[in-house]
């Protein structure tokens, strides 16, 4: 059952990763002024604290935004949400459930698509590039949160 569950994470990286290739047109956005950060997409800031309460249920050391909802460039009409999700070592024994339950609650949440990394390396050089430009951390589990 163990390597089943490997397989079914390795697939899900893999078809997440070619989406977002193809959707980020591997172009890396250009910010007119790097030293200042861009505005958190507006829904991000609104829902804050229930993400954080969603990353300590589904196990997650630390969330990160990238994309149009990290660098300024939000469209409430059109524009998902991409994130990259790093779990706690205990996560990780069933990681295809966490991943997933964190997913779906996430969308529910945000009422909107939403794209999830892990934090393994991204191979592709160009992708990479393009969620390094402008991934930002949303969560990030407090040593008080530790069990």
């Known amino acids: 059952m163990q ?40 829904p991000l800031i609104d829902h804050r604290e229930d993400i954080a309460r969603l990353c300590r249920a589904y196990g997650v050391e630390r969330l990160e935004v990238f994309g149009s909802a990290a660098d300024g460039r939000f469209n409430s009409e059109r524009s998902d949400f991409d994130f990259i999700a790093t779990f706690k070592p205990e996560a990780q024994t069933s990681i295809a459930r966490h991943y997933l339950g964190l997913a779906e609650a996430l969308e529910t949440l945000l009422g909107r698509r939403v794209d999830l990394l892990t934090n393994q390396p991204i191979r592709n050089p160009h992708l990479r590039k393009a969620v390094d430009a402008s991934r930002r951390d949303l969560y990030v589990r407090a040593t008080a949160e530790a069990p």
Do not use: G, H
């Open 3 to 42: 390597s089943s569950e490997n397989a079914d994470d390795e697939i899900l990286r893999w078809l997440l990763a070619s989406r977002l290739a193809s959707r980020l047109a591997l172009q890396v956005p250009r910010r007119d002024n790097p030293a200042m950060p861009a505005a958190l997409a507006q």
